[in-house]
Nanobody, 117 residues
Framework: QLQLVESGGGLVQPGGSLRLSCAAS????????IGWFRQAPGKEREGVSC????????NYADSVKGRFTISRDNAKNTVYLQMNSLKPEDTAVYYC??????????WGQGTQVTVSS
């Protein structure tokens, strides 16, 4: 079964950190660009960060620049999102997305991140 599985979400206080993981099963992520998206209640899903298949290129939403870092370990078939200095407005369900153009693309099921004191 081809799937992406996110993990690492949870409840954290403002200013805290979490590291999300996105692991692939049934296929290799080597040739896929990976994006992290999030969706807060009542809001549209928005892009947070993305990384190229080689890991040589990354991009971030302005709202998370300087606080979040995306990385990948192709040997572990996993992509990470390190989130520091978390704010209440970062509260959302976080999804990873694997994209290889017309070859295929996959969404994970999401992991909840709640930033609250």
């Amino acid at each position: 079964q081809l799937q992406l599985v996110e993990s690492g979400g949870g409840l954290v206080q403002p200013g805290g950190s979490l590291r999300l993981s996105c692991a692939a099963s049934g296929f290799t992520l080597d040739y896929y660009a990976i994006g992290w998206f999030r969706q807060a209640p009542g809001k549209e899903r928005e892009g947070v960060s993305c990384i190229s298949s080689s890991g040589g290129s990354t991009n971030y939403a302005d709202s998370v620049k300087g606080r979040f870092t995306i990385s990948r370990d192709n040997a572990k078939n996993t992509v990470y999102l390190q989130m520091n200095s978390l704010k209440p407005e970062d509260t959302a369900v976080y999804y990873c997305y694997a994209d290889w153009g017309t070859v295929g693309n996959y969404w994970g099921q999401g992991t909840q991140v709640t930033v609250s004191s």
